[in-house]
């Protein structure tokens, strides 16, 4: 059996812009890397999956695939932050008003040749290939095998704490080579994964993080998806026993898809372990508010950030405010 992981470029590119890069990997039950690389455009990533999975296999896919809420976030988005904000983990809002659906396209494209979308309420089957939605922060900090016990590594975002843009390109690619250093002793858990095993993948391991922020995006789309497919071997091997399914109580789509998230899972991260705020009759842990908060401090405190990213983290804020005012009134 093989697990797919693919970190996907949410846009879908236009006639003038290409799309921008989705990284791939490919691993087995031995935890061998059987292919790796990039592919731009959501026509290149169907073609490689379609000749690189088969029947029984799983594929992990970081991107929001199912997306029916007009406004606002979907609720797995919202319980990422009630379960794991205390390690400053929380999603980015979708709904029908954002300007990227590529991974909708990519549901509907992998649907219409028969790969089925996983709501997480059935094992994979021998017969399917199933493909799922994650987050790879929730697997950083939901398996121990990664060792992030405290908070999520600063690997994507620039750390607002320091004094200018060098010190905070420094500091993510150190960020970056520690979670690669903690990436190759999966090479003895269960399930395994080992980046020397491809040479794609073993020069995360013999070239340092770049600088260069095209570089390093490269770099970083390679990774995520690589985290992916060990998220993809973990839900297959484990089930329950070590990832859970947020979103389940929200509202399915048209034609009864969940947009759910399949994320690994400590004890304390399940639901019922966190320390919650009843308003009214919904349930908001501080973490959620906690955690989408500091997201939108730290865009704001970050002088070179992409205001897109700052935009979306605002949002995300006023939509879990407004939310806590609903329910008090």
């Not at 029984?56 to 919202?78: F, W």
Request: hydrophobic share 40%; proline share 7%.
């Amino acid at each position: 059996m093989r697990y797919i992981g693919v970190d996907l470029a949410w846009g879908e590119g236009t006639a003038t812009k290409a799309a921008k890069e989705t990284g791939l990997v490919c691993l087995d039950d031995s935890g061998t890397v059987l292919d790796a690389g990039w592919a731009r455009g959501i026509d290149a990533v169907v073609e490689w999956l379609l000749a690189t999975a088969k029947p029984g296999e799983v594929i992990a896919i970081d991107a929001p695939l199912v997306v029916a809420n007009p406004t606002g976030m979907r609720e797995c988005e919202r319980e990422v932050a009630q379960r794991y904000g205390r390690w400053q983990v929380a999603a980015n809002p979708s709904n029908l008003g954002r300007p990227w659906f590529g991974g909708v396209t990519l549901r509907q494209r992998l649907e219409a040749v028969g790969f089925v979308y996983s709501s997480g309420v059935e094992p994979p089957s021998p017969e399917r290939i199933q493909f799922f939605e994650c987050y790879p922060y929730t697997t950083l900090v939901g398996a121990i095998e990664f060792g992030y016990d405290i908070e999520r590594p600063r690997y994507k975002r620039f750390n607002p704490a320091l004094p200018n843009p060098a010190a905070r390109r420094a500091f993510r690619a150190s960020e970056c080579d520690e979670l690669v250093e903690r990436m190759s002793r999966l090479i003895d858990a269960q399930p395994s994964l080992d980046l020397r095993s491809h040479p794609v993948t073993a020069d995360l391991l013999d070239s340092p993080s770049p600088l260069v922020d095209a570089l390093y995006k490269h770099r970083e789309d390679l990774l995520d998806a690589a985290i992916c497919a060990w998220t993809a071997a973990l839900w297959a091997q484990f089930g329950d026993d070590r990832c859970q399914v947020l979103g389940l109580d929200d509202v399915p789509d048209d034609e009864g898809r969940l947009p759910v998230i399949i994320a690994p899972a400590r004890p304390e991260q399940r639901q019922g372990r966190a320390t919650p705020t009843r308003v009214g009759s919904s349930v908001l842990s501080h973490s959620a508010l906690l955690g989408v908060a500091t997201t939108v401090l730290k865009q704001a405190s970050t002088s070179d950030s992409d205001p897109r990213d700052f935009e979306v983290a605002r949002r995300a804020l006023m939509s879990a405010l407004a939310e806590v005012e609903l329910r008090r009134t």
